[in-house]
């Protein structure tokens, strides 16, 4: 849940996708549309994929429990296209309803941002050291743009000791996908090729942190203050269990952009609480935090958190 939350900070719209020959909503698919509502994406498309499993009658059983369930949600009006993957029917229709209902964004002014969302090491084992490429990151321009040759800062970079030091680099190439770009703005995943050693890329090692011009990044938390909205019910459970409020020296999982933090509740105020967080992050702003608790062994979506003031 933490990862799907953390890729749909980076969309500007998406599919619901809803199988016609199972009885809806199933339990994923709750969780799904809630974390929809808490990433704030509300241009929507329903596909109702399978309708060549099923009778006509069952598919129209199928549509009613949809249109029940997207009742008061952020779907409501949301339209849903029944397809058959397997025969590429309506597919065109889906393409047309990307068109109108969610549209090339207008891109975002302002310093250049970048939030990772992967970062490896493209070397094979026992190339020659003249021979090494620097490490990639991955991810999605929020605003701004980059190109070719322009210097990077990421934060929070790398730990030593007690303490991140942000890392520099500059950018040596810009792919998406095959294709090779001297520049880079909003819109799409991309690839940045940097200088930087390797080994601290590899692996998905600096997931989440974020990347800019140097001397305009935000500045790096370790702790947060919160409005809390927490939801009736836990999300992902397969009870129907509900949520109660965060307790002081509760230990949380929070989820902002692409990265994922623990945190302690060390203050609870009348309409906020603070967070002591570990590892430190450094987010974009006007992100929300998704919040999450163990619940059963395992971690679940329980609410979110709009920042009331950084400390």
């Known amino acids: 849940m933490a990862t799907m939350l953390s890729g749909a900070s980076l969309m500007d719209g998406a599919c619901l996708l809803i199988a016609a020959d ?22 929507l498309i329903i596909l109702q994929n399978k309708i060549d499993a099923v009778s006509r009658e069952q598919a129209m059983e199928n549509y009613r429990q949809i249109k029940e369930f997207i009742k008061s949600t952020i779907a409501e009006n949301a339209p849903i296209l029944p397809i058959s993957a397997v025969f590429g029917a309506n597919i ?21 941002q970048f939030l990772i969302a992967r970062s490896f090491d493209i070397n094979r084992p026992g190339k020659e050291i003249n021979d090494l490429k620097g490490g990639v990151i991955g991810g999605s321009v929020l605003k701004g743009n980059i190109k070719i040759g322009d210097l990077i800062e ?3 970079g790398l730990r030593v000791k007690d303490k991140y030091i942000p890392l520099k680099s500059t ?22 090729g940097t200088k930087l050693d390797p080994a601290l890329t590899k692996g998905d090692h600096l997931i989440g942190h974020l990347v800019g011009k140097p001397g305009t990044l935000p500045d790096v938390l370790d702790e947060v203050e919160l409005k809390v909205n927490l939801l009736d019910r836990v999300i992902g459970s397969e009870q129907m269990l509900r949520v109660h409020s965060v307790k002081h020296n509760e230990k949380l999982l929070l989820v902002v952009g692409t990265e994922k933090t623990g945190g302690i509740v060390t203050k609870i105020l009348k309409d906020s609480v603070v967070i002591k967080l570990n590892p430190p992050i450094c987010p974009p702003e006007n992100f929300i935090y998704a919040i999450s608790r163990i619940i ?6 329980i609410g979110y958190g709009e920042v009331i003031n950084h400390h």
């Not at 199972?22 to 241009?43: M, N, V, Y």
């Not at 190439?173 to 095959?178: K, P, R, T, V």
């Not at 059963?296 to 979506?301: A, D, M, T, V």
């Open 92 to 112: 065109g229709l889906i393409l047309k309803a990307f068109e109108e209902i969610i549209p090339s964004p207008e891109l975002s002014e302002g310093d250049f």
């Open 171 to 192: 950018v040596v190439s810009i792919n998406q996908g095959n294709n090779q770009f001297d520049n880079a703005k909003p819109g799409g995943l991309i690839g940045l």
């Open 22 to 43: 199972e009885e809806c909503p199933q339990p994923q698919t709750r969780e799904h549309l809630e974390a929809l509502h808490i990433a704030g994406i509300e241009k």
């Open 296 to 301: 059963n062994r395992r971690y679940r979506l």
């Open 154 to 156: 990421i934060r929070p």
